[in-house]
């Protein structure tokens, strides 16, 4: 496959035609407004789309970024998609220096041809055409331009002139030109803050934007796709690969995936089919069912991506992962759907954006999108959601990759309209119970067990599942860094996935813990939890903030102290409560030697007014100054 498009890449670039004209790319004529806090500057980005009928569509990009310093070499790549059925028609790529003059012309030989797929793939038809710029000076302006034709007008380019932060932007212009035949569908988002020129006439739309100032990374900001415009273009008449389609809405557009992707797919080995049958014999309760066939799928197989047949959206064979024992997100839940089928479990094939960050499928723009297929078993009223990639996490636990989101769920009639279970902050739970000594010297002798649930589950679990004991050794070491010469006697994990709990147990000693100041000594009080996160101050703050998903964590230490001093200082019960979370410490008397410390630090999800973020500073200093607190003794 790999000889066949390089063959195809050699004869359209022998034959290219350049199209480029003479521009000034002096970084010194460029505005100073756009410079300041830019790492680079887009001089311009222009997008020409036509489609001339349901099967044929051109797009034709010019694009010049001057880069103004290490930070901006992000724009250092040229990077164009083709497929079997997308042909790139012409290329150039031209890079200059701060002066403006013409210091290298790329030549045909040195893009690369490479898959578009991240690591782990086993084969590929999406590949691009790749070039990446080794800058020797700073600023230079990389400037290229691209035509591509492709049959695939399910897929029209998105609008999106502002890429990343720290980056100005003199011009962008988008113009989309279609046929007379077509319905074209315009979804346009986050205009209000900006000054954008839309001229429509008949079949054609035309978009600009300029002078637009950097934006300053702020910590903690909403994601970009939040607040930069974009414009998203859907034809109700397609084509995608091969198969023509029409949709006006979510459920005609799911009808269609269905029948073209999802069906005859699902085909399983007699021998199987009795097998699952037998594993579920006795067994009533369609969620017990259930349970053990996503058990069995996550001992039989293993994730690989695999992106073949209809642009990557139709699923391998169920036999085939059956006999192999691999496959992607789509082949894994089509494999998982199919044994369910067999035992008399429904299930549906469910698409969305899947990701740490929460993005949401476009309800009011209905096309094909999404990045990950997960599978949908509604039962009562209710929905259990099954991620099939992955060997280690618990039955219907989705958190942190596609928790939280709206999805489309695709069924024989159609598409449905669903959102995935959302954890709330008292489900996200780490719960420590430990104890610790101190002796006369300063010695600590300390053993605690970390439950954690909800995200905090994901979290823990893929710090460490799979890890060596000498990895292990040093995640802790890292995680308990507030103990110097710490020394650990026992490290155990284990993944309950009955109870949706990742287990931590840890045992150790340090000398030297405590702190000898003439005849006092001074014992910090939190050993295995400190808090030290406080977000970076901002002056002049422009953006909202967010923390996105809310947290609590709950510990409950007994402490021993050495029976030759005396207690001279214990610290105060504390309560903290804000509209971002709250924070409390206690102390419990036992008996002269002994005291129970519990701690409770709950921070809520939500998102903020820039006016407040120093107000959450505040609250975050206050966490770590009272992590900080020392019992104090006397000899």
Not at 68 to 79: E, H, I, Q
Request: proline share 4%; aromatic share 12%.
């Amino acid at each position: 496959m790999k000889k066949n498009s390089l063959a195809v890449l050699c004869t359209f670039l022998i034959t290219c035609v350049v199209f480029s004209q003479s521009y000034n790319f002096n970084s010194s004529q460029l505005p100073e407004n756009l410079k300041v806090n830019a790492n680079a500057v887009v001089v311009f980005d222009d997008v020409f789309i036509e489609i001339q009928n349901q099967k044929l569509m051109t797009v034709k990009v010019k694009k010049a970024v001057t880069v103004l310093n290490k930070l901006g070499d992000k724009y250092r790549y040229v990077a164009v998609g083709f497929d079997k059925t997308t042909k790139i028609k012409n290329i150039e790529t031209i890079i200059y220096d701060d002066l403006g003059k013409e210091i290298k012309k790329v030549k045909n030989k040195e893009y690369k041809d490479v898959s578009q797929v991240a690591g782990g793939t086993l084969y590929a038809d999406n590949r691009m055409l790749y070039y990446e710029h080794t800058p020797t000076a700073y600023p230079y302006t990389i400037y290229y331009e691209y035509e591509i034709n492709s049959p695939n007008t399910a897929f029209i380019r998105k609008w999106n002139p502002i890429s990343f932060y720290s980056t100005g932007l003199l011009s962008a212009t988008y113009t989309i030109i279609y046929a007379n035949e077509l319905d074209l569908q315009v979804k346009e988002n986050n205009f209000e803050k900006f000054d954008i020129k839309k001229e429509v006439k008949e079949n054609k739309i035309l978009y600009t934007i300029s002078n637009i100032e950097p934006l300053k990374y702020e910590p903690l900001c909403p994601s970009l796709k939040k607040t930069r415009p974009s414009v998203q273009f859907v034809l109700n008449k397609f084509y995608a690969e091969g198969i023509t389609g029409e949709a006006n809405n979510w459920k005609e557009l799911g009808k269609w995936e269905h029948d073209n992707f999802y069906s005859g797919v699902g085909t399983l080995p007699e021998g199987t089919k009795i097998k699952m049958k037998q594993l579920v014999e006795g067994v009533n309760n369609p969620v017990e069912k259930a349970k053990i066939v996503y058990k069995y799928v996550q001992d039989k197989t293993r994730y690989i991506s695999v992106q073949v047949g209809i642009g990557g959206l139709r699923p391998m064979l169920a036999s085939d992962v059956d006999n192999l024992g691999y496959g992607d997100c789509k082949a894994l839940t089509n494999y998982t759907k199919s044994l369910l089928d067999v035992v008399g479990v429904k299930s549906y094939f469910t698409e969305l954006y899947g990701g740490y960050e929460k993005i949401n499928m476009d309800f009011n723009s209905p096309n094909i999108q999404g990045n990950h297929v997960i599978l949908n078993i509604p039962i009562e009223g209710d929905d259990i959601w099954l991620e099939c990639t992955s060997q280690e996490v618990p039955f219907g636990y989705i958190a942190n990759f596609t928790d939280d989101r709206d999805v489309i769920v695709v069924k024989p009639e159609g598409g449905v309209l669903k959102r995935t279970k959302k954890y709330e902050t008292t489900e996200n739970l780490q719960f420590s119970k430990g104890t610790y000594t101190i002796d006369s010297k300063g010695m600590i002798k300390a053993s605690v067990k970390i439950e954690s649930s909800g995200t905090q589950y994901n979290d823990n679990l893929k710090n460490a599942e799979g890890k060596t004991p000498k990895e292990l050794k040093e995640l802790f070491k890292e995680y308990l860094a507030n103990v110097n010469n710490i020394q650990f006697s026992n490290i155990s994990v284990f993944n309950n996935k009955k109870e949706v709990k990742y287990e931590e147990n840890l045992e150790f000693t340090a000398e030297d813990y405590a702190l000898f100041t003439g005849k006092q000594i001074l014992i910090p009080i939190n050993v295995f939890n400190k808090n030290s996160y406080v977000p970076k101050r901002v002056r002049n703050r422009k953006l909202p903030f967010e923390i996105s998903r809310g947290f609590i964590d709950v510990d409950e230490i007994e402490i021993k102290l050495p029976s030759t001093f005396l207690v001279e200082y214990i610290p105060e019960n504390i309560e903290l409560k804000t509209k971002f979370g709250t924070y409390s410490i206690e102390f419990t008397k036992v008996d002269e030697i002994t005291y129970r410390y519990k701690r409770t630090l709950q921070i809520e999800e939500g998102a903020f007014p820039k006016e407040e973020y120093d107000a959450y500073r505040k609250f975050r200093k206050k966490i770590k100054k009272y992590d900080n607190l020392k019992i104090i003794l006397n000899k």
